[in-house]
């Protein structure tokens, strides 16, 4: 897939993950996004970028471009793909080129054994949900998820991968260690990268948000039947009865 189409696919409002049978089934981050730890953290940026003068939302946006850039500069490469940087201004291919460049320092210092999996859509079909595969395969090695972020790591990035794993880990796919690099886009981030742990604590915290995320669906559409039925019956003439 050349990159403009892996952009325009990442920038979908919504990727649908389907089960076996057709029923439409939750995307990790969907679910993954009820955990609020790093709202915080973002309510109190958000308001220093206000005081300094600086259009938040704006900001957040060249981010988010810079970001999807740099992540398909990543997958591209390691898919031997030729970037296409058609739809970006110099500053964000500058931007995003720094934050490629990160990932390959770090490349140059890890083997890559064998490339299994990239991009690569996976569902659960056990617990009902769906998600992207960033990188499967051998480093240094070792069977390993990795995945690529830029910007801070918080706790929800755990629970994210802990959940990819387990879904690989169901279709029979060994899974020795979940690794997260984060590649800076800009000069006040940095390089960061962890190796999550405690991989059966965090997944128990995502089945948990996955139930809560199934009853307060239930509970939305089940409201939104018993309005319309509302509505249906208990209006004429555009008043009610």
Known sequence: MKTKDAIKERNKAHIRYKLKDGTPVPGVTTVVGSWGENKGALTGWAYNMGLD????????????????LAHAMVTEHLQNATPNLDDYS???ITSAKNSFQSFLAWQKSH???????????????LHGYGGTIDIYGVVDGVWELDDVKTGNIYESHFIQTVAYAKSLMEHGNLVQRIRILSIPRTEDESFQEVIVTNIDEWF??????????KIHKEIKEGTKMLVGAK?????KNGRNK
């Not at 083997?111 to 079909?125: C, F």
């Not at 128990?204 to 995320?213: D, G, K």
């Open 111 to 125: 083997r890559i054994d064998e490339l299994l999996l990239v991009e690569a859509p996976i569902v659960s079909e």
């Open 90 to 92: 110099p500053l964000q």
């Open 53 to 68: 003068g600086y259009d938040m939302r704006a900001y957040t946006k060249e981010l988010a471009k810079i970001g999807t």
């Open 204 to 213: 128990e915290i995502f089945l948990s948000l996955l139930r809560a995320y």
């Open 231 to 235: 509505k249906k019956g208990g209006k």
